[in-house]
């Protein structure tokens, strides 16, 4: 089945970021960030073969700028052990932004554990942090999440699988989620936006390693992939840092 890709844009190459932040032994992993960008929520559910309707309009995000005294949700399982990056190198540039899709909800609720939204889907950990181009650590920054659940459908009239956080005294985050489904056109991702306290709004994806549709996707990028291991229990434990301009 053939398909229109609603998420396709033309995207400029800049350079790979990889680093790691010493500032309380948090792992810091590659990063892709950028500029907001803005778009509309449709009201339809996407999936893969399913029936849907997009608009075209725009809209500003309008995500919170200011963090509430909680710092992250740390309810999940301990991470297994990842490959440590090297040492965040100063100087290092923050990358262009990725497409924010046509199925961003502003203002969505304060919460770090989406997986509790739904009863299907492998779970997904995910830590990491927030720093500037020169390894500053960004505490208080705003980390909005939004993804399609483990069939590749959208919650697109509500908040299911969508959510925001701010990053603690470490600038760290914690996401508790599902693995996403693939639909037509995209391979596996999760959408972010990233914003320091009164700053630009960087929007960018998130990718899987080793996805067969990672090599078809015109909008994927590898420097935005996670670092993923598989815990136990069949779960994956994921680690990604963003790097603000």
Same mark, same amino acid.
């Given at each position: 089945m053939?398909?229109?890709?609603? @998420?396709?844009?033309?995207?400029?190459r800049r350079v790979?970021?990889?680093g790691g932040l010493g500032a309380a032994g948090a792992l810091l992993l590659a990063a892709c960030t950028g500029r907001s960008g803005s778009a509309a929520a449709p009201s339809s559910t996407a999936a893969d073969g399913a029936t849907s309707t997009t608009g075209d309009a725009t809209s500003a995000t309008t995500a919170p700028t200011a963090p509430p005294a909680a710092a992250a949700s740390t309810t999940a399982a301990a991470p297994t052990a990842l490959v440590p990056t090297p040492t965040? =190198? =100063? &100087? =290092? @540039?923050? #990358?262009?932004e990725q497409t924010e899709g046509p199925y961003f909800t502003p203002d969505s609720p304060l919460k770090a554990n989406l997986a509790a939204d739904v009863s299907t889907g492998t779970p997904l950990h995910l830590t990491g942090n927030v720093v500037r181009t020169d390894c500053t650590p960004v505490a208080g920054a705003l980390v909005d999440f939004w993804h399609a659940d483990d069939a590749g459908e959208y919650d697109n009239r509500g908040y299911r699988l969508r959510g925001h956080q701010f990053t603690n005294d470490a600038a760290t985050?914690?996401? =508790?989620?599902?693995v996403p489904g693939i639909y037509t056109g995209r391979t596996r991702h999760i959408h972010v936006k990233v914003q320091?306290? &009164?700053g630009e709004v960087l929007t #960018?994806?998130?990718?899987?390693p080793g996805e067969p549709g990672n090599a078809s996707d015109g909008i994927y990028r590898e420097e935005c992939e996670m670092t993923l291991a598989t815990a136990a229990d069949g779960s994956q434990v994921g680690t990604f840092t963003f790097v603000l301009a």
């Open positions: 053939t398909s229109t890709n609603p @998420e396709a844009s033309p995207l400029s790979v970021l990889r965040c =190198d =100063d &100087g =290092d @540039e923050a #990358t262009p985050y914690v996401l =508790d989620t599902v320091a306290s &009164g #960018t994806q998130l990718y899987f």
